[in-house]
C-alpha cells in the first residue's frame, strides 16, 4: 500500500514525536478523571438515558445532563440538545440570546469563521440576521504575528459593545489558536474597561485539548458542536452552551421561545449518547491531536509549512498545512478520503457549500455527517492553497489518513 520509504520515514517520525505524545497521555488523563467525577457527582443512572417524547416535561435525564456539562466546563449552567443543528446554529442561538435591537458585537481575534458571516449579516438583508435586527457589528484584525490588537480593542471597547466574541480557533486562517490562558487575558482586558460587556468564546474544536476551559478563565458565554469534541464520536447532533445562568436562560429562549426556554424539549432518543459521547471525549480528543502532531512532523519533514508546528502545544485539534498549488492541496482532502472506513470509493471534489464564501473541498468519510472530532480534511479552493485536517476518533487512523494523502501525492507526481 505504502512505499518502504514511506514506512521509513513514518518510523522516524513517530520516534521524534514520542515525548509530545506522552504530554498528550497527561491531559488525557485529567480530562477523564474531570468528566468521570462530574457523571459521579450528579449521580448519573442509567434511568437518566430513558427517551422522553412530546414536550419532554420534567425529563431529568436532560437537566442533568446540562448539569453535568457546566460541572465539567466549570460554568454556572448548561444547554445541551440534540436540537442544535450545528456549531454555527449553537453560536447564532447564544448569541441572538444575548444581543438586541442597538447593541454591538465585537469580535476581538479577527474575522470569525466562514459560516458566521451569514449569522452576523447586512442591515436590512431579509435573513433575520444580527445586522437585520439592528444589531451593529465590528472586528478588531489581530497583528501580523496573531496576537491580539490592544490598543485597536481599547478604542473599539464603546458603551454600546453588548457582546464581545473570541475565536478559539484558527478556522479557514493560518494563525495560530488561542491558549486558554490567552483567551484569559482576552477577557481580562475587556472587563477592565468595559465591566458589563459579555465575554463570548467560540470554543469548537478546542474542548478537552486543555486541563482548563475558557469558561474558568473569565468568559461569560461559551458554545460549542457535539459532532465536534465533546459529542466523543458518538452523539449523532447537537450542541452545548454552558456560562453565566442569566445568558444560558436567554439563549434557552432563544432556541425555544421566551417563557419556555429549557423546561422543555424530548431529547428523541439521544441522551445516552451525549453522556457516553462526553465520557469518551478526552480520550478520543487526545488521539485526535496525537494524529495532528504525527501529521505536521510528516509534512514538515517534506518541506511544507505546518501550522501549528508539531513540537508547539495544542489547544485545538485542526492542524494547517499549505500548499504550493490547487492540484496539491485537491490530492491531499482525495487522499485523506481514501482512507476512510466510510465512503472511501467517494472521490471528493470543489463545490460551493452553503455558508462559504469560496468554494469547498472536504474530506468527509465519516460515521456521523459533519463529524469533524473524525477524520476529516477541508479546504477553501483560493490562494493560498492551505489544507485543515482535524479529529481522528484512533491515532491509527490519523496516520493511515496521512500516509494515504502522501502517497496520493507521491502516485501523481506532484511531490
Known sequence: MFSQELLERMERTETLIEPMLKRIDRTVDRNQWKVIRAFQKHKVSEYHFTPSTGYGYNDRGREVLDEVYAEVFGAEAGLVRPHFVSGTHTIGTALFGALRPGDKLLYITGRPYD????????PGDGTGSLADW????????LKPNGSPDWQGIREALTPDTRVVGIQRSRGYDWRRSFTVEEIGRMAAFVKEHLPQAV???????GEFTELTEPSEAGADLMAGSLIKNPGGGIAPTGGYIVGRRDLVEQAAFRLTAPGIGGEVGAMLGTARAIYQGLFLAPHLVGQAVKGSVFAAAMFAGLGFDTSPRWDE???DLIQAVRFSSASHLIAFVQGIQRAAAVDAHVVPEPWDMPGYDHPVIMAAGTFMQGGSLELSADAPIREPYTAYMQGGLTYSHCKLGVLTAIQTMLDRKIL
Not at 459560516?115 to 447586512?122: D, M, P
Not at 439592528?134 to 484584525?141: I, L
Not at 465575554?199 to 474544536?205: A, H, I, L, S
Request: proline fraction near 4%; glycine fraction near 8%.
Open 115 to 122: 459560516t458566521l458571516h451569514k449569522v452576523i449579516g447586512r
Open 199 to 205: 465575554v463570548f468564546v467560540d470554543n469548537c474544536y
Open 313 to 315: 502545544s495544542r489547544t
Open 134 to 141: 439592528g444589531v451593529s457589528y465590528e472586528e478588531v484584525p
